[in-house]
């Protein structure tokens, strides 16, 4: 088992990609290119940038992935906003995955101190 799959945060971000494959399920047909696409590869890099981060051979390797990963949740809460603004999802939906991509951005930051021995 990798090194990776014992991170809670890549196990809660794993948890997101899941309820964001499961809201954009029921997007309109003509978004799969669009809206559909790009929060799903949002939310699909935030799991992966943490994993390639734990593959790296030092912290300051891992803190940059971490970056990436964190900029990915940035994206993804906007992507969702507009889906909301939008019509396809509702409010309560989107109350519920924000809060869990606030909850991985906090567990980012610790993370990243962590690594940086604060």
Same mark, same amino acid.
């Given at each position: 088992?990798?090194?990776? %799959?014992?991170?809670?945060?890549?196990? *809660?971000?794993?948890?997101?990609?899941?309820?964001?494959?499961?809201?954009? *399920? $029921?997007?309109?047909?003509?978004?799969? +290119?669009? =809206?559909? $696409?790009?929060?799903?590869? &949002?939310?699909? &890099?935030?799991?992966?940038?943490?994993?390639?981060?734990?593959?790296?051979?030092?912290?300051?390797?891992?803190?940059?992935?971490? &970056?990436?990963?964190?900029?990915?949740t940035l994206e993804l809460d906007t992507q969702l906003i507009i &889906?909301?603004?939008?019509? +396809?999802?509702?409010? $309560?939906?989107?109350?519920?995955?924000?809060? =869990?991509?606030?909850?991985?951005? %906090?567990?980012? +930051? *610790?993370?990243?101190? %962590?690594?940086?021995? *604060?």
């Amino acid at each position: 088992m990798s090194y990776c %799959k014992n991170l809670h945060i890549w196990q *809660k971000s794993m948890d997101l990609v899941d309820m964001v494959y499961s809201l954009t *399920k $029921n997007f309109p047909k003509e978004e799969i +290119y669009g =809206l559909t $696409n790009q929060v799903r590869r &949002s939310a699909v &890099s935030i799991p992966s940038n943490i994993a390639g981060g734990a593959g790296r051979n030092s912290n300051s390797q891992f803190q940059n992935f971490l &970056s990436y990963s964190n900029g990915s949740t940035l994206e993804l809460d906007t992507q969702l906003i507009i &889906s909301n603004r939008q019509g +396809y999802i509702n409010q $309560n939906d989107l109350n519920e995955i924000t809060q =869990l991509i606030e909850d991985i951005q %906090k567990m980012n +930051y *610790k993370l990243q101190t %962590k690594l940086n021995g *604060k």
